[in-house]
């Protein structure tokens, strides 16, 4: 589930973002940890290592190679090219979401706009519905790892009532050799147009309203469907994660507490075994690009993942109790409060 | 109350910024300054153990973890990862005060196009617009911790005069999992529709005109309601906080005046017991971030968020007066001035 | 006046900025010599101080307060800082332009589809763009200085011809505890409404068209009173603030040219008494804060503010050129140069 | 192909961006393994005159040198002007693939509202579709040097089918000294109109849609010309690739493992004849850059450019399904299964 | 010319960027040549100066000063607000390109419903276009020094035919303080509205078409005009300049090739008679500020400005193409090659 803590941040209020600090779920220690597990247990190998297995000479090897790594991983610019990725991942991450077809706007008009309490009426408006629901799975489909697990095959959306046997095979029978999420959404544009035919939308500006609308609605679906196919340059994905891992790589030597290059910088010498600040290091720019591996792909099945199935079920939901339910349901008409 | 004080700061005058310095209300002092004590009681506290009640060895000990500590806490990339962080953050702050639906276009439409001075009309007119802001309480009682206060039940929206005991026990009736924000509009679309029928609104035009209105109103609430679901990843805001909160931590010892670690710097030692540079780092950095605390939810009860209670009652009031008292009341028609 | 200086820099030629830095309007010096002086002042004071009061005990504590923090200074983040934060209020700086609100949408429309030769037809077209531009000067009075200045009182704008006698009165009379800038463009929609009627307007696909204008037009209005009513949070302006004043204070003591520490260095000593690049840094910093000062109300009265006043008088002016004038009064067509 | 990875790295599991590191299609690797190669050579070579060939004078000269060469290479702010340089050219690219005209809406449009089963209306609704496509052909072979090798001349469209010889010599009788992309649209929008005198089309409001999505379709189209045609400025990109080659020119020799300077420094001198540090660093370096040059043109035909043939061919492909076997082909309507 | 080259790098292989800094035309080196000669010299009088006209005292001083300007002139945070500057000013600049007024919508509307084949209805086609186009020249005129040279005087605009005598008339008695270029578009207005009353334009949703896209028009050409009026504050620019001048005009001094301060370091001094790092610094940083300089006004002459002369000349003969010749002259309807 979307891990949702700005209700617990709303006042600024003293050691206001401390608290989030102790979640577990969706947190960084729980991305992190086994990273975090694997860095440490190669940082105590290397340790061990030089303290109990070199001899004198090799010792001073090493101790050489790991001033020099010391030396170097600093020219590594980790925090600039992650900021700058992060920023860009952002981005497309929100774009994603902002790109989920809402079937709202859609099925106000439907009902607004599709007339007839009858049995005709009801099958035309949920229909339309349908029809756009279907499209938005089918999308979805291809793209989110939950839904594909809900509907492995399209015989369980047919199970699900997002769709009929015939419809199915209508789709089958169409040949295309790219994803036919648009083709639900032509079937709407043409009961529409029969709906106006038959006088159920009463005039052509509703017709228009509805096919405005249904643009909207695929113009959404179409934008998912691209930002899933075109990623992030692969290029770059890999120069981000070249750099922070061959950050901590060379942090593995270099970061060893090694005896000082001087003979007065003993008295000075700190051998803390355990590396504190590096591994904090670790947690702030690992956890960073953690951030960018989770908003690269928001529908997957992470914690912090859009609910793509949930979100599936409230939108047929909706769609039918608005333009079916509340059809000119509508509570009686009262003076307010104010009327004057 | 939102703090305005651009007014205040209009003309760029000689040390302009240096009055907003002196503010209480919304200012940074007030926001940070228990979190100062906080770090000044520990700050001492070390400081105190250092210097009465260690032995000269553990001092010695302290001393090198206090140079370890400072050399480690300039590692930390803070200036650049709150830099990121913040932008972003007041990137959707900003976006979400924009979708906060204002009633101002919806209610200039219903005055001009759906007519009638009768009892009819004004109810027709009142309760469309009673029904959009009915919609906008029933968002932001889910987002804003004030607006909830206010109205902790749907029997206080009811009191309040948003909504009838009616129209309550209809939504009550309608079943769904998620947020019934949308509820009201879906009346308001049939009620539009149904006033279309009466000959109320007076052609199909003015219809859609209301329609696209009122979809431009719904993706607002909608906007809102995502803003508030799809918070920036929790994962993000983690590795921000650690960041500060490790740096500080780490000053605690590492900015500690300690005895310099060489004799002949003993006559350039500067002990200023209080540390006043650390302390503004404090400032700005934990301001900084204060910064973040504050605009990531704009909808709680900070000084500087949103006045959602005072906004939904200038929408109720306006919207009255401009399809009531207002409609198709026109001051006369006079030649202007420069009438030639 | 606006500085305009794009046309002298059209082509990038030998120097081209050069000649930007000798001037006087709405300059970096205009605007910060005062702090300037202020700043050199003390500095020299410290000087003074130091070189001539002292003792030469009080010397040495005063050149290692010197040392101490000059250290630190460096510390302070400022260019991270003022680049976000400058950049965020560039962005805001350019919304608030963008959304100044301009008739010629409006009047153009106007101009075309409410007909009519005669008296009346003249009347309601002045009277439309009347209600429009009265509209922004009642937003602009609340946020702009200038135009305050200019119109003291709500009588002032009768005088100045923006509004009649009577639709003042009908202004009071209606009581509203916030900004009333809207309730001329609900008489507008109300007066088009009306205009239909008569006929003046000849079909509802015009009547539309003036309807979604003067939504448009509103909308700007509603932007620029939120732009003024929401400020950037005072804390952040307050953090970046603070961060240069504290980084300038340690200046004063931290760039004075005291003694070197070690006897070696005093072969490489240079005094220069005038701190040439602190006052350099002090003109570059100080002066990117000003940017932000300037930017951040653009409806002030500095050099660079938009010219709020000249604006009101070329919207009046052109909106009844359009829709009165030129109204129906075209040129006499001819076949053109390149006719075949 | 695009390569597309985010299904891969849906889930943030452990090591997540691990894998991606392995792969060789569309690398990093594969981009920059031939600079790679060049810079390992030329740094071997130096290496082997520093070692093998000069006298000891002259390898002190370049030792000298070396030390000065690394000293200044720090200066160059290369992480700061790629992130800025890269951030820019991404935007333009995302703006790019948005661009791409799709002709999804307009088929839709099509379909749904120009009418007849006969010939006469398949031959329309399947011209109106094969225009837009034409169109889009068009431009592309003017900026996708893949579009242009399949059709390297305009006979090769009529070859495929997007356009037949009468309308090819029409194209070529129009004499215009630019790109005449937008004559098919032209075209379209005559025969839309000529289809509404036809009664093919019903209603105004229909065509007034067909113009619509028309415009739309138009304005990406023109969107991609302008943005071939608009670089990012020439200056610019040489500035950028300017700071990194002479970096990387001065590593040459500025990072070879030359004596060090003083003689205690021999003790703990490393010399790895390999300089890893600095290959990792042009790895990371090189491949920002490489970055740059992937998106600055993302119609060539690298492995990550956008793939307009497969694109066109979708197009044609779905447009021609969509007005033609689709067009009001509906599945026959049944009640679904949640119909109370 | 407008220097395109992203055709030379669509694929990025070997040394892709390699080539573009070998062209001269619209390169940093053509654009700053004469800033680096004046740099070159300055630096090597004082080089002059330094090595032969001092005597040993004054040289002891140059050098103290050289070392102190060199410790300074690195606390200039050039890159810094550089990177934030020139990324701003690429977005305007990319704004005013999109905001280039094209007439290619307008022309298709116009073709599509204005109709009539006779001289009437060429006549009304080609004046509207005519319109349009005049008032984006009028619009050049005033901000692109190219255009200004073309059309010195409005005289010279009806001779290139862009208006005619009588509209120059018309134009010339309408008074206004400011710039006229929105009277041609609300003859536009008018002339449309007539086309509609003598049925040339058949129903009002064509006309409301025609207008909604003279709106569009108008639009870009009141941004075009903004863009000019309300440049970047000066301070920001100065600031930018200032700080890139002052840096350089230290690096004359502080990077001279003075004498080590230590006796011990004259063994590794380096004496390159030429600063070649600081002179690529200079191109670097220079260079960048000249990108800034190059597209803070991107209508002026310079090789990367837009071509605005030929883009005038390009929509006024696609305009009369798309509304005269092109007008219903349909290449005949035929069945395409995949017709079943």
């Not at 700005?6 to 003293?14: G, H, I, K, W, Y």
């Amino acid at each position: 589930m979307t891990v949702s803590y700005t209700l617990e941040v709303a006042n600024a209020r003293f050691a206001g973002f401390t608290k989030l600090l102790f979640r577990w779920k969706g947190s960084i220690y729980k991305l992190l940890y086994k990273e975090f597990l694997v860095f440490c247990f190669l940082y105590s190998l290397f340790s061990v290592i030089y303290r109990c297995i070199l001899t004198t000479d090799q010792q001073e090897l090493f101790e050489r190679a790991a001033r020099h790594c010391n030396k170097f991983a600093k020219l590594i610019p980790m925090s600039f090219v992650l900021g700058f990725y992060i920023t860009q991942a952002f981005q497309r991450w929100w774009g994603q979401y902002t790109s989920f077809p809402l079937p709202d706007n859609l099925m106000m008009v439907v009902s607004g706009n599709v007339h007839g309490m009858d049995e005709r009426g009801r099958l035309l408006r949920r229909t339309l519905m349908r029809y756009a629901n279907l499209s938005s799975v089918l999308i979805l489909r291809s793209i989110s790892t939950r839904v594909r697990k809900r509907f492995p095959t399209l015989e369980h959306i047919v199970e699900a009532g997002f769709m009929t046997e015939e419809e199915l095979k209508t789709l089958n029978h169409l040949y295309s050799d790219f994803n036919k999420y648009w083709m639900p959404l032509t079937w709407f544009a043409n009961l529409a147009s029969q709906a106006r035919e038959e006088g159920r939308v009463k005039d052509d500006i509703a017709l228009r309203l509805l096919m405005d609308e249904l643009n909207n609605y695929r113009a959404k679906c179409s934008m998912l469907f691209h930002y899933d196919w075109i990623s992030i340059p692969l290029v770059y994905t890999q120069v981000v994660t070249l750099a922070v891992y061959s950050f901590f790589a060379f942090c593995l030597i270099g970061r060893q507490f090694v005896k000082p290059e001087k003979a007065d910088e003993y008295k000075v010498h700190v051998d803390l075994y355990i590396p504190i600040f590096t591994l904090l290091e670790f947690f702030f720019y690992a956890g960073w690009l953690k951030v960018g591996e989770l908003i690269i792909n928001p529908f997957g099945e992470d914690d912090d993942d859009f609910e793509t199935n949930q979100l599936i079920d409230r939108n047929i939901q909706v769609s039918m109790l608005a333009v079916d339910d509340m059809h000119q349901h509508l509570p009686p008409l009262e003076k307010d409060k104010y009327w004057m």
